[in-house]
């Protein structure tokens, strides 16, 4: 059976989309506890620039100044029943690291057993020769809190030790509408399960609405963490949830303040020049066949992705 036709297999009884739990989760720590100590050099993140959660990866690699600590790679955003693989093309290449042609070879090198997804963002230990985790929650937070000996000068606290608490909080609602929400939808088996995903996702976008309409960022008065994971899912709304996973009640820009918020975030250094729409549109449209068979690739939407956003006022 080919990995895209698993998807369908991926529900649960009622139809609902359900996340695979196999991850490989060692963390890399500043005092080298985990045996994966944060050496510099030492360790090499995999992304597609067309994953939500390998996104958020890349954005935190890149505003705390850690590209010359973790280097990185990208694959090809079409994948097929083998999975993710390396291949030139504008934006990827053949791997660097060990000249692997697929990154499942990265997995079963790490566990000849692995039966799980073949999933990024992943990190590769260059001394065990094997991934240290390919868990994404814990990826951004290894670098905002294990790595901090080299941020760069002025690196921003993404994740400070007082607002954890309420970073976690919202994140957790987040993800569960809104950045898996969408995942919820799109491959939802059954008329009741979609319907019920798209629900929650849009009481969760007016409620971030809402929070937003008084704050510039969604916690503490700084951009944090949440504003991060939040944002890989807000600037591939309109692009590919909208159409691809049915997520169509509304689109992002007739959300006033989410789409103020997005903007601001677009245009700040180290994220728009993150987002890349051609591997993101053409990894969705192009690798769930199941969803869109004919692998079109829309032509839109046109959005302004630079218009002012007027953020700068709220507190
Ligand atoms: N590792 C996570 C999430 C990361 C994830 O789903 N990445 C997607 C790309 S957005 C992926 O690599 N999928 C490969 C596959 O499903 O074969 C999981 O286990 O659910």
């Given amino acids: 059976m080919s990995l895209n036709a698993q998807f369908p297999a991926e529900t649960s009884a009622d139809g609902a989309f359900v996340r695979q739990n196999y991850s490989i989760r060692d963390r890399i720590t500043a005092d080298g506890s985990s045996g994966f100590p944060a050496v510099p050099g030492r360790y090499h993140l995999y992304v597609s620039l067309a994953c939500p959660w390998a996104h958020r990866a890349i954005i935190v690699r890149g505003l705390l100044g850690l590209e010359p600590v973790v280097s990185m790679s990208v694959v090809d955003p079409i994948r097929d029943e083998r999975g993710w693989a390396f291949r030139e093309g504008r934006g990827h290449g053949p791997d660097p690291i060990c000249g692997f042609q697929f990154l499942s070879e990265a997995y079963l090198r790490t566990d000849s057993s692995f039966a799980g997804r073949y999933t990024v963002p992943c990190i590769w230990d260059r001394v065990t020769g094997r991934l240290v985790t390919n868990n994404y929650p814990d990826i951004t937070i290894d670098f905002e809190t294990q790595l901090t000996a080299f941020h760069k000068p002025g690196a921003p606290d993404l994740y400070p030790e007082r607002l954890q608490p309420d970073i976690d909080a919202v994140n ?15 491959f939802a088996a059954s008329q009741t399960a979609y319907e019920s995903a798209v629900d929650a996702l849009f009481r969760r976008l007016d409620w971030v609405e809402a929070r937003l309409s008084s704050q510039r960022y969604l916690v503490g008065g700084q951009l944090t963490e949440a504003d991060i994971r939040l944002f890989t899912t807000l600037v591939r ?66 959005v302004d992705w630079l218009a002012p956003h007027d953020r700068a006022r709220l507190p």
Avoid: S
């Fill in 172 to 186: 957790a609602v987040i993800y569960e509408d809104v950045n898996n929400g969408v995942y919820k939808a799109g």
């Fill in 237 to 302: 709304f309109d692009a590919v949830y909208f159409g691809h996973f049915k997520c169509n009640l509304r689109r992002i820009v007739d959300y006033p303040n989410l789409w103020g918020y997005a903007r601001d975030l677009f245009q700040r250094p180290g994220f728009g020049e993150t987002v890349d729409f051609d591997h993101i549109k053409r990894h969705y449209y192009m690798t769930h066949d199941h969803i869109n068979p004919t692998r079109i690739v829309p032509m839109g939407p046109i």
